[in-house]
Nanobody, 115 residues
Framework: QVQLVESGGGLVQPGGSLRLSCAASGNGFGPYTMAWYRQVSGKQRELITSISIKNHTYYAPSVKGRFAISRDNAKNTMYLQMNSLKPEDTAVYYC?????????WGRGTHVTVSS
């Protein structure tokens, strides 16, 4: 069993920055590639970035160059540094592994980008 807890969201102005954290308890991340997802109300959850245990990364075009993912395997914690935020980044952000079945989803952390 892995429990995921996301944190660090909030209200930020366009162009601002936030750093999200994802903490895993229980069995931790294990050998899995971990990912950040986001979901806008009424839309499907989408994977925006992932990082393997060897720190190979992937970024969706919508966030590439602005977001940076990292992980600390010893602490079973993952991070998402979000820079140059745009109103369209407003969403609930979740972490999970990038394969099915996913771990039990956490509650996510809300990010609102607005002036």
């Amino acid at each position: 069993q892995v429990q995921l807890v996301e944190s660090g969201g909030g209200l930020v102005q366009p162009g601002g920055s936030l750093r999200l954290s994802c903490a895993a308890s229980g069995n931790g991340f294990g050998p899995y590639t971990m990912a950040w997802y986001r979901q806008v109300s009424g839309k499907q959850r989408e994977l925006i970035t992932s990082i393997s245990i060897k720190n190979h990364t992937y970024y969706a075009p919508s966030v590439k160059g602005r977001f940076a993912i990292s992980r600390d395997n010893a602490k079973n914690t993952m991070y998402l540094q979000m820079n140059s935020l745009k109103p369209e980044d407003t969403a609930v952000y979740y972490c999970n592994r990038d394969i099915s079945p996913p771990f039990t989803w956490g509650r996510g952390t809300h990010v609102t980008v607005s002036s």
